[in-house]
Nanobody, 120 residues
Framework: QVQLAESGGGLVDPGGSLRLSCAASGSIFSFSAMGWYRQAPGKERELVATITSSSITNYADSVKGRFTISRDSAKNTVSLQMNSLKPEDTAVYYC??????????????WGQGTQVTVSS
């Protein structure tokens, strides 16, 4: 059973920083890609950043230059460093892992989410 567990959310002032971490129950090498998504109240879940098993990264335009995604294979974790936070970054942030399964194709796994609130 694949499990992803997020940590590191909280309340921060505008302009502040937070670091989110996602711990996988097994090796992150088993994932073709991992990433962070977020969902604000009344909005659809949206991609924030992804990183492939080859460490190729992709970011939403709204977070480019402010957020950095990274992976630590030794610790089986994926992290999201968030700087220069804005009130519009307020959302529940979800860790995602994608596996390519034989004959079944792509399968996505999700964590339970962690709340990030940017407010003074």
């Amino acid at each position: 059973q694949v499990q992803l567990a997020e940590s590191g959310g909280g309340l921060v002032d505008p302009g502040g920083s937070l670091r989110l971490s996602c711990a996988a129950s097994g090796s992150i090498f088993s994932f073709s890609a991992m990433g962070w998504y977020r969902q604000a109240p009344g909005k659809e879940r949206e991609l924030v950043a992804t990183i492939t098993s080859s460490s190729i990264t992709n970011y939403a335009d709204s977070v480019k230059g402010r957020f950095t995604i990274s992976r630590d294979s030794a610790k089986n974790t994926v992290s999201l460093q968030m700087n220069s936070l804005k009130p519009e970054d307020t959302a529940v942030y979800y860790c995602n892992g994608e596996k390519i399964l034989p004959l079944l194709g792509s399968k996505h796994y999700w964590g339970q989410g962690t709340q990030v609130t940017v407010s003074s």
